[in-house]
């Protein structure tokens, strides 16, 4: 059989897929620009007519009837390792169910808590060789679709090719259909604040010429990326390309020459940006696509000599204790890769793990520096691994500092409101 015979036997409609799907399924789809969009806004459909299904979920691109329906419970209920809006609204139903993972362990983690029996996502035309391209996520759709029972390919035309480990032959899949109207799904703008891009200048200050970095996702990153403008021979070992890594390399700043592991290639697990991000991808060898399970094993970052990892925080006791991801015991987010990331930075060679965030929420009636977490709080990245915090007040520098000395940083870049209070709470719980 020909691999045009091989696409023509597996060729249907939407409708066909969304038929193959039976009681007791557990699903699990790509996301960013490889979420099967037809696939998920149509999913609801099927309710009336299966019961005990699952849904494996993260930061999904949409807002999906299948994620606002809660009177679906009982038919398709919601799995989820990273909460994004439509999970906190749901969460209350009982019909969402979290799993704590780190992203390193993504794909083994849900396949031990819920093995999807089946896979669906979005993928480009088949090539001359007989592969289709999961271009930009690489999470853990590759481990999925190794052990799905049922394959599901939402084929689009404007979908490109990636290099490293995107391609999968068309005989992996069950079931696929065409679409030819969806655009890749891109990362809303974020427009740094003024405050931001004040945190930015003082991350930018510890980012070296020849340094490789990885950036989270949100205004901040983005603010970083435009500070950095001026430095040369950066690297980049990420879990996700930004659109502000984009910028970079299109302005000869992140050339990968100085890398020491994956040399001249920017090395991710997935990209979510913009259409410029996304065509410079495009079929370009610069890029080396592969498993989150090796992009984000710790011990994989830390051979990157002089690592630097930015990520933000939602909170930070006095002692160095970092929360990403819950607002007292309400999960607000997920860990992803932020312990990944800052483990594998403390432990490279001249590596430097950095939490950049603002000193207060709420319109600045609330510290983020606080005494101690708020109870119930996710301690996301260990005080042990904790490097620098970084507000718009300055730099505290926390590795192998006592703690007595970690309070006296953390208070000295927390909003001039709220430092008199935390030296007093400092005095109260015997920090000092």
């Given at each position: 059989?020909?691999?045009?015979?091989?696409?023509?036997?597996?060729?249907?409609?939407?409708?066909?897929?969304?038929?193959?799907?039976?009681?007791?399924?557990?699903?699990?789809?790509?996301?960013?620009?490889?979420?099967?969009?037809?696939?998920?806004?149509?999913?609801?459909?099927?309710?009336?007519?299966?019961?005990?299904?699952?849904?494996?979920?993260?930061?999904?691109?949409?807002?999906?009837?299948?994620?606002?329906?809660?009177?679906?419970?009982?038919?398709?209920?919601?799995?989820?390792?990273?909460?994004?809006?439509?999970?906190?609204?749901?969460?209350?139903?009982?019909?969402?169910?979290?799993?704590?993972l780190n992203l390193h362990s993504v794909a083994q983690g849900t396949i031990r808590a819920a093995r999807p029996t089946?896979?669906?996502?979005?993928?480009?035309?088949?090539?001359?060789?007989?592969?289709?391209?999961?271009?930009?996520?690489?999470?853990?759709?590759?481990?999925?679709?190794?052990?799905?029972?049922?394959?599901?390919?939402?084929?689009?035309?404007?979908?490109?090719?990636?290099?490293?480990?995107?391609?999968?032959?068309?005989?992996?899949?069950?079931?696929?259909?065409?679409?030819?109207?969806?655009?890749?799904?891109?990362?809303?703008?974020?427009?740094?604040?003024?405050?931001?891009?004040?945190?930015?200048?003082?991350?930018?200050?510890?980012?070296?010429?020849?340094?490789?970095?990885?950036?989270?996702?949100?205004?901040?990153?983005?603010?970083?990326?435009?500070?950095?403008?001026?430095?040369?021979?950066?690297?980049?070992?990420?879990?996700?390309?930004?659109?502000?890594?984009?910028?970079?390399?299109?302005?000869?700043?992140?050339?990968?020459?100085?890398?020491?592991?994956?040399?001249?290639?920017?090395?991710?697990?997935?990209?979510?940006?913009?259409?410029?991000?996304?065509?410079?991808?495009?079929?370009?060898?610069?890029?080396?696509?592969?498993?989150?399970?090796?992009?984000?094993?710790?011990?994989?970052?830390?051979?990157?000599?002089?690592?630097?990892?930015?990520?933000?925080?939602?909170?930070?006791?006095?002692?160095?204790?970092?929360?990403?991801?819950?607002?007292?015991?309400?999960?607000?987010?997920?860990?992803?890769?932020?312990?990944?990331?800052?483990?594998?930075?403390?432990?490279?060679?001249?590596?430097?793990?950095?939490?950049?965030?603002?000193?207060?929420?709420?319109?600045?009636?609330?510290?983020?520096?606080?005494?101690?977490?708020?109870?119930?709080?996710?301690?996301?990245?260990?005080?042990?691994?904790?490097?620098?915090?970084?507000?718009?007040?300055?730099?505290?520098?926390?590795?192998?500092?006592?703690?007595?000395?970690?309070?006296?940083?953390?208070?000295?870049?927390?909003?001039?409101?709220?430092?008199?209070?935390?030296?007093?709470?400092?005095?109260?719980?015997?920090?000092?």
């Amino acid at each position: 059989m020909s691999f045009q015979d091989a696409y023509n036997a597996r060729r249907g409609t939407l409708d066909g897929a969304l038929a193959l799907i039976r009681d007791g399924d557990c699903i699990a789809t790509s996301i960013y620009g490889n979420e099967p969009t037809r696939f998920l806004q149509n999913l609801h459909h099927i309710a009336p007519r299966v019961k005990d299904v699952r849904l494996w979920t993260m930061m999904m691109m949409d807002h999906y009837p299948v994620m606002l329906d809660n009177s679906l419970q009982g038919s398709i209920d919601i799995l989820s390792f990273f909460y994004n809006a439509d999970s906190r609204k749901g969460h209350d139903s009982g019909r969402f169910s979290f799993v704590p993972l780190n992203l390193h362990s993504v794909a083994q983690g849900t396949i031990r808590a819920a093995r999807p029996t089946v896979f669906c996502c979005t993928v480009s035309p088949m090539d001359e060789n007989g592969k289709v391209y999961i271009a930009f996520d690489l999470e853990a759709s590759l481990e999925w679709l190794e052990c799905a029972d049922t394959v599901i390919f939402e084929v689009n035309k404007d979908m490109p090719r990636t290099c490293g480990d995107t391609g999968v032959s068309i005989e992996c899949a069950t079931y696929l259909y065409e679409v030819d109207d969806r655009p890749t799904p891109c990362a809303p703008p974020t427009p740094a604040s003024p405050t931001e891009r004040q945190i930015a200048q003082y991350v930018a200050e510890l980012i070296h010429d020849g340094d490789c970095i990885q950036l989270g996702i949100g205004g901040m990153p983005g603010a970083v990326g435009e500070a950095l403008m001026h430095k040369r021979d950066l690297g980049v070992h990420t879990e996700m390309i930004t659109a502000s890594m984009g910028k970079l390399i299109r302005a000869g700043v992140i050339t990968n020459a100085r890398k020491n592991f994956h040399p001249g290639k920017c090395v991710a697990a997935f990209a979510w940006g913009d259409p410029a991000l996304y065509a410079l991808m495009a079929d370009n060898p610069l890029f080396e696509m592969k498993r989150a399970a090796y992009t984000n094993d710790p011990f994989n970052i830390a051979k990157n000599d002089n690592m630097v990892s930015v990520n933000t925080a939602l909170q930070i006791d006095l002692t160095g204790q970092i929360c990403s991801e819950s607002i007292g015991s309400r999960q607000y987010s997920g860990t992803g890769g932020a312990s990944d990331f800052a483990y594998g930075a403390y432990h490279a060679k001249g590596g430097r793990g950095i939490i950049a965030i603002s000193s207060t929420a709420k319109g600045g009636a609330v510290s983020r520096i606080v005494p101690q977490l708020t109870p119930g709080a996710v301690v996301s990245i260990s005080r042990n691994v904790a490097d620098y915090v970084i507000t718009e007040y300055g730099v505290a520098p926390l590795r192998d500092r006592s703690v007595r000395t970690r309070v006296r940083n953390l208070i000295a870049v927390s909003h001039p409101d709220f430092r008199e209070a935390l030296r007093q709470q400092a005095e109260k719980l015997m920090l000092w």
